[in-house]
Nanobody, 127 residues
Framework: QVQLVESGGGSVQAGGFLRLSCTAS????????MGWFRQAPGKEREFVAA????????YYIDSVKGRFTISRANAKNTVYLQMNSLKPEDTAVYYC????????????????????WGQGTQVTVSS
C-alpha cells in the first residue's frame, strides 16, 4: 500500500498561487495514475486532477482548467499541483492519492474508490 504525505498548502489572497507536493512511499510509484482531490468545509470530497503513469497525459475538472497544473517526478516519488489564479472557492483541504485500478492514462477518479488517505494540506484563499 502506498503511503502519502501532502505539503505546500497555506493562506493566500485571491489571484495568488501555491504549489502542492505529495510524496509517496514504496518502489512502485511510477506504476500508479496519481490524482489530487479536495474537500471544502461541509462539502463532499471531489476529484481535481489526474496524471498518467508516465506524466504525459493529464485530466482536470472544468473549474480548474487553465489555472492548475498537475505534474510528477517519478524519480522522486512525488506528484505536484501548481495552482495559479486562486479563487476563494478553491479553499479546501487538498489530498493526493494513487489510483488502485490498473490503468496508465489520466482520467476522472472517484474518491470513494480509495480506502485510505493522507492528512491532506489546507489551502485557504481569501477575497
Amino acid at each position: 500500500q502506498v503511503q502519502l504525505v501532502e505539503s505546500g498548502g497555506g493562506s493566500v489572497q485571491a489571484g495568488g498561487f501555491l504549489r502542492l507536493s505529495c510524496t509517496a512511499s514504496g518502489r512502485t510509484f511510477s506504476s500508479y495514475v496519481m490524482g489530487w482531490f479536495r474537500q471544502a468545509p461541509g462539502k463532499e470530497r471531489e476529484f481535481v486532477a489526474a496524471i498518467s503513469t508516465n506524466g504525459v497525459t493529464t485530466y482536470y475538472i472544468d473549474s480548474v482548467k487553465g489555472r492548475f497544473t498537475i505534474s510528477r517526478a517519478n524519480a522522486k516519488n512525488t506528484v505536484y499541483l501548481q495552482m495559479n489564479s486562486l479563487k476563494p472557492e478553491d479553499t479546501a483541504v487538498y489530498y493526493c492519492n494513487a489510483d488502485p485500478k490498473p490503468y496508465r492514462s489520466a482520467r476522472p477518479l472517484v474518491w470513494t474508490d480509495f480506502d485510505s488517505w493522507g492528512q491532506g494540506t489546507q489551502v485557504t484563499v481569501s477575497s
